[in-house]
């Protein structure tokens, strides 16, 4: 039959896979390689780290491909009366993480994803016959007639230069998304680096937990936005043109400017600035230039504008993602040896149906020069999931489901 194989089982690759399923594509056609041991684990493990109750968009985005099913699941689940109000924050109906996540798990377990799921890791693609692709994996080969390139940026944390000789085993200086347990912040000083929703979230779950006040250092004013992007850029008023424009240097430079990098909604930005009146957290609006280790061991901070070093024990980065594009090394190899098109940043050239080349489809950042702006949030991976599931391949595959299964050929029951 024809194999789809999803390679990365976050928020992406699920929902891909969710999509696909419901299209009608047969559960054992579809296999999701991630070398984690559950779906969703990198997502899990960045939101909880930065200690956030609410999402940041709003309820319709989910895994789901119908926009009400988190609407539904949150009224049918069993709660106390008069609580409703405690999923969703207004005016937007974010939902809370605590319902986003019991949904994911729901729908994890109503489609059975786990079983789909290969924990390992794709090092190699290639492409030995038209209708084949071969993912050499640390499992083993794999087969499957399509792909779903759903890695995400996740594991691309981004480190700045001054920080790079502090990437080490039990280094004081830690990404915020480094997969190993950030150690306990009560005693010590502890400066968090970045401007974003995840700083300034961490900042103040961080200042709930330590005894001396944490600093937050941003090199920017706060910037208040409620969405990461307008969201206009989810449907036709602005996504239209944008696929309009031949010229794919003039889409990557409106996606850059579309986002709103480092902000935070409303909300966040009160907890902060009552953390700012109570003393619990400093801001300082500066950037470091250099670190030196002190004899005691403690850091201090060269800073671009204050004259005088900041002392800290620990530094916790909160500087996101990098920009490169994700897949490495294993898929750069395969870009060249499939001649897969690619932009002068080398993310992919992809059509309608997000289809890289025949058989090979992506979602994420990856899928970002045509969704656009939204394309690396829930919103994107709804938006990718329902193209591919609408793709000629996945409506095949989907028909040849109906037809082999028990019955497909007899007479309604009447
Ligand atoms: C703290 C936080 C909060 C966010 N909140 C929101 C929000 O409220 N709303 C919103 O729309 N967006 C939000 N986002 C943005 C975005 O939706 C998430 O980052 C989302 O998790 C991205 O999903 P993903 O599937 O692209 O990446 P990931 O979650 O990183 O998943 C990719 C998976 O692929 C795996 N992988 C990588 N390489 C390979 C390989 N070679 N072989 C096999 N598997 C591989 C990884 O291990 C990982 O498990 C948030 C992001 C963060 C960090």
């Known amino acids: 039959m024809d194999k789809w194989l999803i390679i990365g089982g976050g928020i992406h690759g699920t929902c891909s896979a969710i999509a696909l399923l419901e299209e009608g594509v047969a559960a054992a056609d579809i296999a999701i390689l991630d070398p984690h041991h559950h779906l969703l684990a990198r997502w899990q493990q960045q939101t909880q780290r930065t200690g956030m109750s609410y999402l940041r968009s709003p309820g319709v985005h989910h895994l789901h491909p119908d926009p009400l099913h988190l ?22 109906y974010r939902p809370s993480l605590e319902l986003f996540q019991a949904h994911c798990e729901a729908l994890i377990h109503e489609y059975q994803l786990d079983q789909r799921l290969i924990s390992a890791r794709a090092q190699g693609l290639s492409r030995p016959s038209p209708s084949q692709f071969t993912v050499e994996t640390s499992l083993g080969l794999l087969h499957a007639r399509y792909l779903i390139l759903a890695m995400g940026v996740g594991e691309q944390l981004y480190w700045p230069d001054w920080a790079k000789p502090f990437k080490k085993r039990d280094s004081p200086i830690q990404h915020l998304y480094d997969p190993n347990p ?57 996504l239209n043109n944008f696929q309009q424009i031949p010229d794919f240097a003039l889409r990557r430079r409106l996606i850059d400017k579309a986002r709103h990098r480092g902000s935070v909604p409303l909300d966040v930005a009160q907890q902060l600035w009552r953390a700012l009146r109570e003393k619990r957290i400093q801001l300082i609006h500066d950037q470091i230039t250099g670190v030196t280790i002190h004899r005691n061991q403690s850091l201090q901070l060269h800073l671009d504008k204050q004259a005088d070093p900041l002392l800290a024990d620990r530094v916790v980065l ?3 993602f990098g920009r490169q594009r994700p897949g490495g090394k294993w898929l750069e190899k395969a870009v060249a040896e499939l001649g897969l098109p690619v932009h002068t940043d080398n993310y992919p050239f992809v059509d309608a149906c997000l289809r890289w080349t025949e058989g090979i489809f992506v979602t994420g950042p990856l899928a970002e020069l045509e969704l656009g702006p939204a394309a690396r949030n829930i919103a994107g991976a709804r938006m990718a999931a329902a193209r591919i599931s609408a793709s000629p391949e996945a409506k095949d595959a989907s028909k040849r489901t109906a037809l082999s299964s028990p019955g497909a050929l007899l007479p309604p029951a009447s």
């Open 318 to 320: 909160a500087t996101g």
């Open 71 to 92: 609407h539904r699941f949150a009224l049918q689940r069993p709660q106390p009366a008069g609580t409703h109000h405690q999923n969703f924050m207004l005016p937007h």
């Open 182 to 238: 950030l150690p306990t912040l009560q005693e010590e000083r502890l400066v968090i680096v970045g401007g974003g929703l995840s700083a300034v979230q961490f900042a103040i779950t961080a200042s709930r937990q330590s005894s001396r006040p944490v600093m937050l250092l941003m090199r920017h004013p706060l910037r208040i936005h409620a969405f990461d992007s307008d969201p206009g850029w989810l449907g036709p008023k602005k």
